[in-house]
Nanobody, 122 residues
Framework: QVQLMESGGGLVQPGGSLRLSCTASGSIVSVYFMAWYRQAPGKQRELVAI???????NYADSVKGRFTLSRDSARSTVNLQMDSLKPEDTAIYYC????????????????WGQGTQVTVSS
């Protein structure tokens, strides 16, 4: 019923910028939060940035001051502006969302995007 569509990944030089976008579509009643995670080879998946339904954002220490998470008014789209990128930012970035799709007891569900590759290299 709900799909997360990711875009914006690619190859960028150190110090460059990329903007990731994630849009949730389908039978959405409300969005509790949307977030970006990333996973590098041999590493655990880690939270990069998250925005709650109230608009509060939180960032991993490693990206504070460099990444900015924003959302649209419908709270179904998030953008992750990534500036001053470093090689250690290289990872597959996954959109994550917690969404209520109906009013039933099991109506709140978690969704993951398929992932988009971000490579920071000279």
């Amino acid at each position: 019923q709900v799909q997360l569509m990711e875009s914006g990944g690619g190859l960028v030089q150190p110090g460059g910028s990329l903007r990731l976008s994630c849009t949730a579509s389908g039978s959405i009643v409300s969005v509790y939060f949307m977030a970006w995670y990333r996973q590098a080879p041999g590493k655990q998946r880690e939270l990069v940035a998250i925005v709650s339904s109230g608009g509060t954002t939180n960032y991993a220490d490693s990206v504070k001051g460099r990444f900015t998470l924003s959302r649209d008014s419908a709270r179904s789209t998030v953008n992750l502006q990534m500036d001053s990128l470093k090689p250690e930012d290289t990872a597959i970035y996954y959109c994550n969302a917690n969404i209520r799709v109906n009013s039933g007891p099991a109506g709140r569900r978690e969704y993951w995007g398929q992932g988009t590759q971000v490579t920071v290299s000279s």
